[in-house]
C-alpha cells in the first residue's frame, strides 16, 4: 500500500469521525464536501441528490464554486457524467468534461460559465439505493488515479452512514420538539384555565358587591394590563384604566369608529394592528339588546385577553341592563310630569313639585323651556336615548313626540342653554328653540306673569323653526335673541325667507359684484344711522360725499322711494334676516 493511500485512508477515517458529530443534513454535506476538496486536492467539489418524486438529480450544495447557475444544475438519470454516475450507481470520472464525446452534453454553458474542465464523481447510497452523487472537479485538465477513486468512494459511503444517523437525530430532536411544545401548550391551556377561573371568581366578588363599570375596567387592566375602555352606542366613555405600558384611549376609540363605521354590531372579537398595538372591539350584549362596546389594547395579544373580554362584556351587560331598566322607568316618570304639566287645566303644583324632588329636578328655581326639532322628518330612536340622558344629566324633565322633544332644563340664559343643547346633540343636528327663563314653580303655571310652560314652549317651537327657516339647522337659539323676526317667520320655511332676502337685497348684491363697490354695507349703515348720510360716514369710515354718490346709485338699483315707509321697512327686514341667516 502506497504512501499516499495510507494517508488518504487516514484523512477518510478522520473525516468519518467528524461526520459522526453532525447534526443534521446540512453539516454532513458541507463535512464532505470540505473533506472531498482536501482528500483529492481540486478546486472545487459539491454533492447532488436524488429527487424521487421527478426521478432527476440537483445540486444540494457546493464549495469552490463562483457562477450562481452552478447551484441550478438538475441532471436525468444517464445525462451527462452525473447522469451516468447515477444510473450506473458506479465512479466515472474526465479530464476535459467539454472535450469528452462519451457523455450528453446537457449543461455545457454552466460548465463553461464556472471553468470547469476535470471532473471525478462517485454515488452515494443508502442500504444499497442510491442517496446522491459526490463530485469533486478542478478548472484545469487533470487525470484521476485509482486511489483517487477509491478514497473518494469510501468518503461517498462514510456521508451515507452519516447522513442515516443525522436524519435519525433530526427525527429525535422533531419529536422532543414536538413533545415539548405540546407539554407548553398544555401548561399554557392550564394557566389560561386558571386566570379564567380567577377572572370570572373577582368579577363575580366585584358584581355581588356592587362595583361601578370603572372599577370592573381596572380589574381588566389589573388581570391583562394595557388599556380598557368601556363606551356605549353613541361612543361616550363609561369607564376606562391603562396600564403604563397600555395604548392611549384615543387609539381604542380610533379603532371602535373604524369598525362601527363597517358594522355597527360587530360580530364577536374584532382585532386591528395599529401603531404596534393589538386593539380588539368587542359588542356588549344581552339578548336583543345591544347596550355599548369594551375595547382593549395592548403591544401584544395577551393569552387571556379574549376570554377576560367576553367574561367582562358579560357581566357589564347585566350591570348595563340594570341601568337601562332603571333609566327607562326614570324617562317615563319625566315624561309624564312634564306632559301633565303641559296639559289644559289646573296642576296640583304641590304634588308636581314633590316627584320632581324625587327625580333631582328643582322646579322652585329658573327654567328653561327648549324644543328640538329633528333634522329628519320624525324623532329617532337615537335622538331621543340622547336628549333622555341629556335631561337626566342636567337635572330637568323631557317628553317626546313624533317629530320633536320638549324639554325643561335649570338654566337662567335661554340662548346659552339652548346653544349647550345643540352641542350635545350635535351628533344628531338637531335644532334647538329656547324660551325662558321661567320663574320656578310659579312661573310653570303663569302665576309671574310671564305667561305659563305651554306659553314658553310654544315660543320655543318658534324658534326652532325659524332657525331651520334661516338655514341654522343644528344650531340653538332663544326666541328673545330672534326678536320680532321670530314672530313674523317662524311659521314659514326656509325658501320662503331665501326668496323674501334675494328679493330685496339681491340687485343690491348683483350690483357689488359686478362693480366691485360696498352699496349693500352702506345700505346697512344708512339704516343703523337712522337715514343720517354723516351717521353713515362715519359708520364707514368714509367723505359724507362718498356716501351721497353711495346713495344715488342704491337709487338706480332699488329704485326711488326704498328710504321710507313699506319698502324701507321690507328691506330693514331683509337685511336683519340675512344677518340671523349668516348670509
Known amino acids: ?58 445540486m444540494r450544495m457546493a464549495e469552490g464554486a463562483t457562477s450562481p447557475r452552478f447551484d441550478t444544475i438538475r441532471l436525468g438519470m444517464g445525462l451527462g457524467l452525473g447522469g451516468q454516475v447515477a444510473e450506473a450507481m458506479a465512479p466515472r470520472w474526465t479530464r476535459n468534461y467539454l472535450a469528452d464525446e462519451q457523455y450528453t452534453h446537457v449543461i455545457d454553458p454552466i460548465i463553461i460559465d464556472e471553468g470547469v474542465l476535470a471532473i471525478l464523481g462517485v454515488p452515494v447510497r443508502t442500504h444499497g439505493r ?50 415539548r411544545d405540546a407539554l407548553d401548550a398544555e401548561r399554557a391551556r392550564t394557566a389560561t384555565l386558571a386566570a379564567t377561573v380567577e377572572t370570572h ?12 363599570v370603572p372599577e370592573i375596567v381596572d380589574l381588566l387592566v389589573e388581570i391583562e394590563g394595557g388599556t380598557a375602555v368601556v363606551y356605549d352606542l353613541a361612543h361616550r366613555e363609561l369607564g376606562s384604566a391603562r396600564s403604563t405600558e397600555g395604548p392611549p384611549v384615543d387609539l381604542l ?42 375595547t382593549f389594547g395592548s403591544r401584544g395579544a395577551a393569552p387571556t385577553a379574549g376570554v377576560a373580554l367576553v367574561r367582562v362584556a358579560s357581566v357589564i351587560a347585566l350591570f348595563l341592563l340594570g341601568h337601562k ?3 327607562e322607568a326614570d324617562n317615563r316618570v319625566r315624561g309624564e310630569l312634564l306632559a301633565e304639566l303641559l296639559s289644559p ?52 324633565l323631557v317628553t317626546t313626540y313624533g317629530d320633536r322633544a320638549v324639554m325643561l332644563l335649570p338654566g337662567s340664559d335661554a340662548g346659552a342653554t339652548s346653544r349647550d343643547a345643540a352641542g350635545r346633540l350635535s351628533s344628531h343636528r338637531a335644532t334647538v328653540g329656547a324660551s325662558g327663563p321661567i320663574a320656578g314653580l310659579p312661573g310653570l303655571e303663569g302665576a309671574d306673569g310671564g305667561g305659563g310652560v305651554v306659553d314658553h314652549v310654544e315660543r320655543a317651537r318658534r324658534a326652532a323653526r325659524l332657525l331651520i327657516a334661516l338655514d341654522r339647522e343644528g344650531d340653538g337659539a332663544a326666541t328673545e335673541e330672534l326678536g320680532l323676526y321670530g314672530l313674523l317667520f317662524s311659521e314659514v320655511d326656509r325658501e320662503f325667507v331665501g326668496r323674501f332676502i334675494e328679493s330685496h337685497l339681491g340687485p343690491v348684491r348683483a350690483s357689488d359684484r359686478a362693480r366691485g363697490t360696498a352699496l349693500l354695507e352702506t345700505l346697512q349703515a344708512w339704516f343703523a344711522a337712522e337715514g343720517s348720510p354723516s351717521a353713515t360716514a362715519a359708520r364707514l369710515f368714509v367723505h359724507v360725499n362718498t356716501v351721497y354718490q353711495r ?22 327686514l331683509a337685511l336683519r334676516m340675512s344677518e340671523l341667516r349668516g348670509a
Open 1 to 58: 500500500m502506497s504512501a499516499d493511500l495510507t494517508r488518504g485512508l487516514r484523512d477518510v477515517l478522520d473525516a468519518a469521525a467528524e461526520l459522526a458529530s453532525a447534526q443534521d443534513e446540512d453539516a454532513v454535506l458541507h463535512i464532505a464536501i470540505r473533506r472531498a476538496r482536501q482528500l483529492v486536492g481540486t478546486d472545487l467539489a459539491y454533492v447532488m441528490l436524488l429527487d424521487p418524486e421527478r426521478g432527476d438529480t440537483y
Open 130 to 179: 442510491l442517496t446522491g452523487m459526490l463530485f469533486t472537479s478542478d478548472r484545469s485538465e487533470r487525470d484521476f488515479g485509482q486511489d483517487e477513486i477509491t478514497l473518494l468512494a469510501l468518503l461517498a459511503d462514510q456521508i451515507s452512514a452519516a447522513l442515516t444517523a443525522a436524519e435519525r437525530a433530526s427525527s429525535r430532536r422533531r419529536e422532543l420538539d414536538e413533545t
Open 201 to 212: 371568581q373577582r368579577l363575580t366578588e366585584l358584581v355581588v358587591g356592587g362595583a361601578t
Open 253 to 294: 376609540l380610533q379603532v371602535l369608529h373604524e369598525v362601527t363605521t363597517d358594522q355597527e354590531r360587530p360580530a364577536g372579537l374584532i382585532s386591528r394592528h395599529v401603531d404596534g398595538h393589538v386593539v380588539v372591539v368587542t359588542p356588549i350584549v344581552t339578548g336583543p339588546d345591544h347596550l355599548g362596546y369594551i
Open 325 to 327: 331598566a332603571r333609566d
Open 345 to 396: 287645566g289646573e296642576h296640583d303644583l304641590e304634588s308636581i313639585s314633590r316627584r320632581a324632588d324625587l327625580l333631582g329636578v328643582d322646579v322652585d328655581s329658573d327654567l328653561v323651556a327648549l324644543v328640538i326639532t329633528p333634522s329628519e322628518a320624525r324623532m329617532t330612536r337615537a335622538l331621543q336615548t340622547e336628549c333622555r340622558a341629556l335631561a337626566r344629566t342636567a337635572g330637568g
Open 551 to 572: 346713495l344715488e346709485r342704491l337709487d338706480a338699483v332699488l329704485g326711488p322711494g326704498w328710504r321710507r315707509g313699506d319698502r324701507a321697512l321690507e328691506l330693514r
